[in-house]
């Protein structure tokens, strides 16, 4: 029978939406998921559950100051959240307004940053930022964090480093890769110390991610674009811990979305792109054997990546433990560590 969008809704109790994040990163409440095995643990317990000679695979982006608020040359007033760069000085946004600005009218972002609006493309508008200044500076300096729409306050000044992974370096996204949100310095000189081994990607994580999915046949859904790249490092780390028996693990949703995308020819290549892959129960992993995945939200295409990974049934069941035994979900939330489990 067909995947519907029915198939991966569940009840959550709004309480249970992390509004902020815990005082330690690694205070974290952990549910290992295997099948239909579940396991209560903490995130600090990792070094425990990994193995020498495992390789975890992080992605690197780092948040860009992507919301800015400003008016219209008509007066009207406007919040646009940048979706990607496609330039340095052009950018794909979304724009609140009472009205949709029109290609060729002109806004005025924080008071300071001159922009036209060049095109529509779908929900987004292709933005021009005027002058000779880098739309990415621009946007570091004037704009605000875009904490996710879920998280019912403004950004506050302790976002600036916890919406940030210890080890963002390459700007770009717009909304965290969470599941490296968990990670303190302390935490991965214990992994290193056990054995484990680092690689590194870098996804640029669109404001496409919290698109609600709008159609119910899941086959006619079209997915968003997010740029990653894998590099020649990646690939043969992946390759060094598959000689030596160890197990990839990727940190991630979007970690797991890259290495897939990357391997779409059947063997993981080094480069970039922007893929619409979309990944649902019945696709075939090539490159991750566990995962480290924050709790996503009901009916989401990151939920049926999870669920593809780890087994629809078992996902359905980790997920209705962690509302009663009232994990804390989403992005400042809770964590699984999940195996992949090939169904046929």
């Given amino acids: 029978m067909?995947?519907?969008l029915a198939d991966f809704d569940y009840d959550l109790p709004s309480h249970l939406i992390?509004?902020?994040?815990?005082?330690?990163?690694?205070?974290?409440?952990?549910?290992?998921?295997?099948?239909?095995?579940l396991e209560d643990r903490h995130f600090a317990d990792l070094?425990?559950?990994?193995?020498?000679?495992?390789?975890?695979?992080?992605?690197?982006?780092?948040?860009?100051?992507?919301?800015?608020?400003?008016?219209k040359d008509t007066g009207g007033r406007i919040e646009v959240l940048i979706e990607r760069l496609v330039g340095r000085h052009e950018a794909l946004a979304q724009?609140?307004?009472?009205?949709?600005?029109w290609p060729g009218s002109r806004l005025l972002l924080e008071g300071v940053i001159e922009v036209e609006v060049m095109a529509r493309q779908d929900e987004f508008f292709l933005l021009r930022f005027?002058?000779?200044?880098?739309?990415?500076?621009?946007?570091?300096r004037h704009g605000k964090l875009p904490l996710?729409?879920?998280?019912?306050?403004?950004?506050?000044?302790?976002?600036?480093?916890?919406?940030?992974?210890?080890?963002?370096?390459?700007?770009?996204?717009?909304?965290?890769?969470?599941?490296?949100?968990?990670?303190?310095?302390?935490?991965?000189?214990?992994?290193?110390?056990?054995?484990?081994?680092?690689a590194w990607l870098t996804l640029h994580v669109g404001a496409g991610t919290f698109?609600?999915?709008?159609?119910?046949?899941?086959?006619?859904?079209?997915?968003?674009?997010?740029?990653?790249?894998?590099?020649?490092q990646t690939v043969a780390a992946l390759a060094a811990a598959r000689a030596r028996g160890g197990r990839v693990v990727a940190v991630g949703s979007t970690s797991l979305r890259a290495l897939e995308a990357a391997a779409q020819g059947g063997e993981i290549m080094a480069g970039a792109g922007e893929p619409d892959l979309f990944i649902l129960p019945g696709h075939r992993?090539?490159?991750?054997?566990?995962?480290?995945?924050?709790?996503?939200?009901?009916?989401?295409?990151?939920?049926?990546?999870?669920?593809?990974?780890?087994?629809?049934?078992?996902?359905?069941?980790?997920?209705?433990?962690?509302?009663?035994?009232?994990?804390?979900f989403f992005s400042y939330g809770d964590a699984m560590l999940v195996t992949r489990r090939d169904e046929a």
């Fill in 2 to 4: 067909p995947l519907t």
């Fill in 95 to 101: 724009i609140r307004a009472s009205h949709a600005p």
């Fill in 148 to 198: 996710p729409p879920y998280i019912q306050r403004p950004a506050e000044d302790a976002d600036e480093a916890r919406y940030q992974t210890v080890f963002a370096r390459h700007r770009g996204s717009v909304a965290a890769p969470t599941a490296g949100l968990h990670f303190d310095e302390a935490l991965l000189q214990a992994l290193r110390d056990k054995g484990v081994d680092f």
């Fill in 211 to 232: 698109q609600p999915v709008r159609v119910d046949d899941l086959s006619h859904h079209r997915m968003h674009r997010e740029r990653y790249e894998v590099p020649e």
């Fill in 285 to 328: 992993f090539r490159t991750a054997d566990a995962l480290l995945s924050n709790f996503h939200l009901p009916r989401s295409t990151l939920l049926m990546l999870v669920s593809a990974f780890g087994g629809l049934e078992p996902l359905r069941h980790a997920y209705a433990h962690a509302v009663a035994r009232e994990y804390r």
């Fill in 18 to 37: 992390a509004q902020e994040p815990l005082v330690e990163r690694t205070a974290s409440r952990l549910l290992v998921v295997d099948g239909p095995r």
């Fill in 47 to 71: 070094p425990q559950l990994l193995r020498p000679g495992d390789l975890l695979v992080f992605n690197d982006s780092r948040v860009l100051h992507a919301r800015l608020h400003g008016i």
């Fill in 130 to 140: 005027a002058g000779a200044e880098d739309a990415l500076d621009l946007l570091e």
